[in-house]
């Protein structure tokens, strides 16, 4: 009899322990499916088109009334198409943030914002390190993070040395900055040799490199 209750007793543990596993498992496995929260900057698709559409409305014919009135002037001989959207694959933006975030890391900082510059294609087909530029005199974006700095974010680079790199702080209009400042006192800005931005392989930046990026797929208005 004490053999058979302590069978029982065994297989009673055992279908216990068995059980504790795969409710574990349950668990871990819902925790794993919880749906992401949609971030409070979501906004419908109807206040989307709304938006898009007071842009062509009211933006898109004062650009190409202007590119229009200097085309004959232009360097670039072929009909201008203001662009409506810049795009960047997957992939590329998923690097990017690692990029940003290890290049920080390497300076001590912590990433505060990351802005979406506006910004515009000169009109000629290279830049002056040699660079291409694929849509002459067209708007485009950039993408920039900041640190903060008392109660301020500001752009940067990373320079310093190989032993000790450091982030370079710069003004919103991407100068370079002489002191962080204060309340009481703002940050000197000086005319900047600091290498072009854009081009993440710069020699020039030994230590490190820009956080800067830029050259997505600009477009013209899309298809319906």
């Given amino acids: 009899m004490k053999t058979l209750l302590k069978r029982g007793f065994k297989i009673l543990t055992c279908f216990l322990m068995m059980s504790v596993v795969f409710s574990c498992g349950d668990k871990k496995e819902s925790r794993s499916k919880e749906e992401v929260v949609a971030p409070n900057q979501i906004i419908p698709v109807d206040q989307a088109k709304n938006m898009y559409d007071n842009y062509s409305k009211r933006r898109i014919p004062l ?21 409506r959207f810049v795009s960047y694959d997957y992939e590329t933006i998923k690097q990017y943030i690692a990029f940003i975030e290890q290049e920080a890391k390497k300076a001590n900082e912590d990433i505060s914002t990351l802005r979406f510059y506006f910004s515009n294609y000169p009109d000629k087909l290279f830049f002056e390190n040699k660079d291409s530029i694929l849509h002459p005199r067209q708007n485009s974006i950039m993408l920039s993070p900041t ?5 301020k974010d ?7 040395t190989q032993e000790k790199q450091e982030a370079v702080l710069l003004s919103d209009n991407f100068e370079e900055l002489n002191g962080i400042g204060n309340n009481n ?3 000197k800005s000086y005319a900047s040799s600091i290498p072009n931005l854009l081009n993440l392989s710069s020699p020039a930046l030994y230590a490190g ?14 298809q319906k």
Avoid: A, C, H, W
Avoid at 209 to 222: A, D, E, H, I, K
């Fill in 63 to 83: 650009i190409q009334q202007y590119e229009d009135s200097i085309n004959r002037d232009s360097n670039i001989g072929k009909e201008f198409v203001p662009s």
């Fill in 147 to 151: 640190v903060k700095k008392g109660n």
């Fill in 154 to 160: 500001y752009l940067f680079y990373i320079g310093g």
């Fill in 185 to 187: 006192e703002k940050p």
């Fill in 209 to 222: 490199s820009s956080v800067t990026m830029n050259r997505g797929g600009n477009s013209p208005p899309p």
